[in-house]
């Protein structure tokens, strides 16, 4: 079967489906080299469905984040492509390959509780049976004007799933250090600093790996945050002076 397109509820869809090594059946009455390839085009659907596309039996923690944690905007043009082979110890039928890869546009994306959400997400997704990729090419969060980034979910495969996570921008450095002052990073209060003390521009590169499941704990976030700052004005720094600095 190739490129029957179907239409339902206005969403278009393109399905193909090639069955191969079936002549070895009609002849020796084995699967051994049953090969099927079944691929799927999708116009645009909301990328709250995406889940819908990567079999939770693969890895629960990373479908449960997908499904939590991408919560708004569109999924368009995607193309998913499964592969089944026959295993003959088990005599079943098994996936052995995933590949699939859609535009994300306008998406609304949380990645840790306590930190805002990212709007009006722009990017590519592209999944396999070990990790998700999702590069952002823009978005924003909480005044912070993202212009580049990537979440990674990986070690799908393995007992246990992490994600990594690097995101870059620019914006006031008010709006950054209240950006890194929420839970669990809470680093402008760990500081002593008042944000709303410290005027200028920032570009800020921040970076979170941790394990995918319950219960996480702020120990168990490796984070890293780098800042390069301009026009820095720290207010009545001391004795009603202000301190300046260019870079």
Not at 9 to 28: H, I, N
Not at 62 to 91: H, M, P, R, S, T
Request: net charge negative; proline share 3%; charged share 30%.
């Amino acid at each position: 079967i190739r490129d029957a397109d179907f239409e339902t509820a206005g969403q278009k869809t393109r399905l193909s489906l090639d069955v191969s090594g079936y002549k070895k059946y009609f002849f020796e009455k084995s699967l051994k080299d049953l090969k099927i390839v079944f691929t799927s085009e999708i116009d645009k659907f909301k990328l709250a469905d995406l889940s819908k596309f990567w079999p939770r039996y693969l890895a629960e923690p990373a479908w449960q984040w997908c499904k939590d944690n991408l919560v708004g905007g569109q999924a368009q043009n995607g193309k998913f492509v499964f592969k089944f082979n026959y295993d003959e110890n088990k005599e079943t039928l098994y996936m052995s390959d995933l590949n699939g890869t859609t535009n994300v546009v306008d998406g609304d994306l949380t990645y840790l509780e306590g930190m805002p959400v990212v709007n009006h997400v722009y990017g590519v997704a592209n999944f396999s049976p070990s990790s998700i990729d999702i590069d952002i090419d823009k978005g924003v969060s909480a005044g912070v004007l993202i212009n580049k980034g990537r979440v990674s979910l990986y070690d799908l495969n393995k007992e246990h799933n992490y994600i990594d996570i690097k995101i870059s921008g620019n914006s006031s450095i008010t709006d950054a250090l209240k950006f890194i002052d929420n839970p669990p990073l809470n680093f402008a209060s760990g500081m002593g600093v008042n944000p709303e003390k410290v005027l200028g521009n920032v570009d800020i590169k921040l970076g979170l790996n941790f394990e995918l499941h319950r219960n996480l704990t702020p120990e168990e976030i490796k984070v890293d945050v780098k800042a390069d700052l301009s026009d820095v004005k720290i207010e009545n720094i001391s004795d009603g002076k202000d301190l300046t600095a260019e870079k």
